[in-house]
């Protein structure tokens, strides 16, 4: 492998390997590397808590491409290796084994890592802090058909896990220090016909609730809440939320936030390195306002968008991503400003079931969230692009 690239992509998910295309989309010759921290080819995180465990997707089919594509597209892989120093001066970057390489210009797609709980035992050996693909193959080999397991958490990981063990016919305790599940982005009304639905499946919700410490009785976990609950179960899902990986832009003095700094051309603050995916904190032109998203759409058109910039397109980042989830039979799509803490109107078709959720501010559409209802995505962000002024009269039967 030789030591210098015209291009060098730090991050191994989908927002480096969507670089990869985009840079290929404006230059076809120029030397890559992909440099990844798992051993792993490029995958789909979603599939992780979703399809791998309903039989919908085997692990096989989550790899964003094989290995013959990199190769075809002349880019050159450093997999299982974790980037540990950025010298922009000099245009190059250390890996934590002493390797190091030369760019003319850097993506940085570090994503992020998973909050870990600081409480006696919160690193007990075996406790999985869900991220990736590791993550999965660990616990799926234990999630067997009457074991237990406690799931900390109440936000997209923890309910979509919750409801994958409860469908493989697991015992599952969900702890979480919210009133209800999701509550940062469902309505009260929602998230509470929600969670009723997990409970009526056989989820045992703690809510309200934290654990204060984890240990074990020789064959179980032993999870201990602050509330007085001792809960004994063989498995422990943690999953809390994530923190921007941002040791490696710090060692280069970019400057950092809730991510990685950007402009509407996804550069940093410093010449020739670019920021997306996870970890970037950009401008989102839509709803004018520096964000981070952690989404899977966000990660695959930023990322391509990034490469193509890489490549001279100096393109404003312009787009609106969405996202989705699966809460056992409640599924749903949701695009812009989804935020619980705003106003919402809801046009129910089956009430708590089907139907679109509007989430307003100032009599204006931020976000909206269609439940149940698919490939209407782009008719809300028309509608959130419109920046206009509407009752509720005017939004009722708009998506159907």
């Not at 480096?16 to 030397?31: L, N, T």
């Not at 009526?200 to 204060?212: F, T």
């Amino acid at each position: 492998m030789k030591s210098d690239y015209d291009y060098v992509i730090v991050g191994g998910g989908l927002a480096g390997a969507s670089a990869v295309e985009g840079i290929r989309e404006r230059d076809a010759a120029g030397s890559i590397l992909l440099i990844g921290e798992e051993v792993h080819l490029p995958y789909d995180r979603p599939p992780l808590s979703k399809k791998l465990w309903f039989g919908k997707k085997n692990v096989e089919d989550i790899f964003l491409h094989d290995r013959a594509f990199y190769d075809t597209h002349g880019v050159a892989l450093a997999l299982g290796a974790a980037a540990s120093r950025l010298d922009p001066a000099a245009k190059r970057i250390t890996l934590a084994g002493g390797a190091t390489y030369g760019y003319g210009k850097l993506l940085l797609a570090t994503g992020c890592k998973p909050r870990h709980l600081d409480i006696p035992g919160g690193d007990l050996d075996g406790i999985c802090y869900f991220r990736d693909l590791d993550d999965y193959l660990h616990t799926r080999g234990k999630a067997a058909e009457g074991k237990s397991a406690v799931v900390v958490g109440g936000g997209f990981i923890g309910s979509e896990l919750a409801a994958a063990l409860n469908i493989n016919k697991l015992d599952v305790t969900m702890i979480f220090p919210g009133e209800l599940l999701c509550d940062r982005v469902l309505p009260d009304y929602l998230g509470r016909a929600v969670q009723q639905r997990y409970q009526e499946k056989g989820v045992r919700i703690l809510a309200s609730d934290k654990p204060v410490s984890f240990g074990n009785n020789g064959n179980q976990f032993v999870t201990r809440t602050w509330k007085g609950e001792t809960i004994a179960s063989d498995i422990v899902i943690v999953g809390v939320g994530v923190v921007p990986d941002l040791e490696l832009a710090r060692s280069g003095g970019l400057e950092v936030g809730n991510g990685i700094v950007v402009n509407e051309y996804l550069e940093t603050s410093s010449p020739d390195i670019y920021a997306a995916g996870d970890n970037a904190f950009f401008p989102y032109r839509v709803l004018g306002q520096a964000m981070r998203i952690e989404h899977w759409d966000h990660a695959l058109i930023q990322g391509r968008w990034a490469g193509r910039n890489m490549a001279g397109a100096h393109e404003p980042y312009t787009h609106l991503p969405y996202f989705f989830s699966d809460l056992f039979e409640f599924g749903y799509e949701a695009t812009g400003e989804v935020d619980s803490r705003l106003e919402t109107f809801a046009d129910w078709q089956k009430e708590n079931e089907t139907g679109v959720i509007y989430y307003l501010r100032d009599g204006k559409v931020r976000g909206v969230m269609m439940c149940n209802v698919w490939d209407k995505v782009e008719t809300a962000r028309e509608l959130i692009r419109k920046d206009e002024t509407v009752s509720p009269e005017k939004l009722r039967g708009l998506i159907r």
